[in-house]
């Protein structure tokens, strides 16, 4: 079953425009990873944070993490068409060993 | 580097069949787990296997099954195929480290 919920489940901007995806998760977690995927391929791995941690950076990418809403949002600023793809948020959960559990996930689209 | 690669890329089985999918993790992984990931959903836990052990399991049928290999290598194997197992399964691999390394995934069809 999935754990968590991506929101929205689509969103369309244009190139220039920030970009925000939230998710929402059900158990208390590890950590809480982005992944994104281009056309059903394989999963690029994005950033990660750790449950003690509240928001992390990486390039363009901002995440915050709130465990006591149990839920995280993705920041991509300054998007480009090439940031088109899905996007996953995936909670490593504490069953004694490194399981990921994916939401639905959103999809992106930029536009030129 | 090489990244996780899976064969094949593609493959279409008929009902009742069975298949072997192939994952060979980053060199020094020692961990590798499986995911199936159907249309329009996100990528499922099937299995996960750490020294050549399975450390773990999803909600799956014993229809699957897996192994690894001690060059660290894994078999996913789908027996008596049904439509529902038409997906992308995913295979990624970990140093145990809390990141995973996906590959480009098998795209299974079963008609």
């Known amino acids: 079953s999935q754990q968590g919920e991506e929101d929205p489940q689509a969103l369309s901007i244009q190139e220039g425009e920030n970009a925000t995806m939230n998710c929402s998760y059900k158990t208390s977690i590890n950590n809480l990873q982005w992944y994104r995927q281009n056309s059903g391929r394989g999963l690029v791995h994005l950033i990660l944070i750790r449950s003690n941690e509240r928001e992390k950076h990486s390039g363009r990418l901002r995440v915050t993490l709130d465990t006591s809403k149990k839920s995280s949002s993705l920041l991509i600023t300054a998007s480009r068409a090439a940031d088109t793809a899905s996007y996953f948020c995936a909670t490593a959960v504490n069953t004694g060993f490194q399981k990921l559990v994916f939401g639905t996930g959103t999809r992106l689209l930029v536009s030129p | 580097d090489a990244g996780v690669t899976q064969s094949p890329t593609h493959l279409i089985k008929t009902r009742g069949q069975q298949v072997t999918l192939r994952c060979s993790p980053i060199?020094?992984?020692?961990?590798v787990s499986w995911y199936q990931q159907v249309l329009g959903q996100g990528p499922q836990f099937i299995f996960q296997y750490y020294e050549k052990e399975e450390r773990g399991r999803g909600n799956f049928p014993d229809r699957f099954s897996a192994r690894q290999f001690p060059n660290y290598s894994s078999e996913l194997n789908v027996n008596a195929l049904l439509l529902g197992d038409s997906a992308l399964y995913l295979c990624?691999?970990?140093?145990?480290?809390?990141?995973?390394?996906f590959g480009p995934g098998t795209r299974l069809t079963v008609t």
């Open positions: 990624a691999s970990s140093p145990w480290g809390d990141e995973q390394y």
């Open positions: 060199s020094g992984h020692k961990s």
